[in-house]
C-alpha cells in the first residue's frame, strides 16, 4: 500500500500568479488553491496517496500566530491518525523559517513534517514549486525521515527547521544553514542525508499549543548607531509587549542608553533576549547582564527567538529557564 501523506496549503509563490511568464516578481502570492498544486505535479500520486487541505492562502509576511497555531493543531491531529504518514506544508518563503520552527517546537510526533515552497511563481516559465513540492514528498515517504524534526526542502537541499534561514531574498538557492550546515540533499526524489542537529524537537519539547488560543505578545528591536532614544521600547512596553528580542550588534552588543532603558523596563518584568543581526556565530553575554537577566539567545536569529520566546512565555517568567530552553531547543 502506498504511505498516505497530507499536503496543507498555506499560500505563498509557490501558489504565485502573475500573467507573464519572464516576471519573476510583482506576482500575487497566495493565488492558486491546493488542487491546483496538487494538478501541477501528478508525479506524486505514482508513490504516495495524497490528501489536501487548504489552512490559508496568504503571501507569508502576512503570516500571525493565529494561523500558526492552526496549523499546528492540524498537524498534530493529522499525525494522531494511523493512517497518516507524514505531512507536507506548502508556504511562502518570507517566513518560513519561523513557521518552521514554531512546528519543530510544538508537533508531537515522529511523522515527518516538511515544509516546503518557491521563489519563482507558478506562472513563471523557471518555476521551482513543482520540483519542490516533488521533492518534499519523497522526503515525507522516506523512512530516514522520521524523527528527524520538522525539516525544509528548497532548491534540493535538505534543512532542519532549526538551522535554516532564508538567506538571499530572490535567487533559487535562497535558503542555507549558516550555523549548522544543511542535514542532507535531494536529487530527483533520492534522499542523502549526511548531518544530524543535536538540538531537541518535537516531542522532546515542553511545549503544548493544543487548547492555545493565542501566545503571549513578544516583539523585536532593531540596532543601529545612534539607536538610544528607547522611544520603541518604551512605546512596545506600554503597549502590552511581554517580551522583547534585541538584534544587537556584533556579537549581541546594544547602545549604553537603549540597555539602561531596556533594564529600567526589566525591573518592571519586561523579559528581555538578546540575539544578533548578524546571521552566523554566537551571542555572548557579560556575566553582569546575564545576572540581571537577560536571555541570550545564542546562535537562534531574532527572527526564530521570538518564536521560542513566545513558547517559552506560555511556560515561565523565570528567566533562568527560558535560558535553559534556549540551550535546549
Ligand atoms: C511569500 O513569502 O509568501 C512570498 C515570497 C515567497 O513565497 O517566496
Redesign the pocket.
Known sequence: MKPKIAILAT????AGVIDDAITTTGYK??ALNIEVLLDAVPQIKEFATIVGYQISNI???NMSNEIQLNLAKKINKLLTKDEIDAVVVTH????MEETAYFLNLTIKSDKPVILT???RPSTAMSADGSKNLYNAVALAINEKSKNKGVMIVMNDRILSARAAVKTHTLNLDAFSSPNFGDLGYILDGKVYFYNTIEKLHTKNTPFDIDHLEDLPKVDILYTYSNDGSGVAAKALFENGTQALVIAGSGSGNIHENQKNILKELMKKNLIVAISSRIQVGEVILSKEDEDFGFICAQNLNPQKARILLMLALTKTKNSKIIQNFFQTY
Open positions: 499560500g505563498g509563490t509557490i502570492a497566495g503571501d507569508s509576511s511562502g518563503t518570507d517566513t515552497g518557491a521563489m
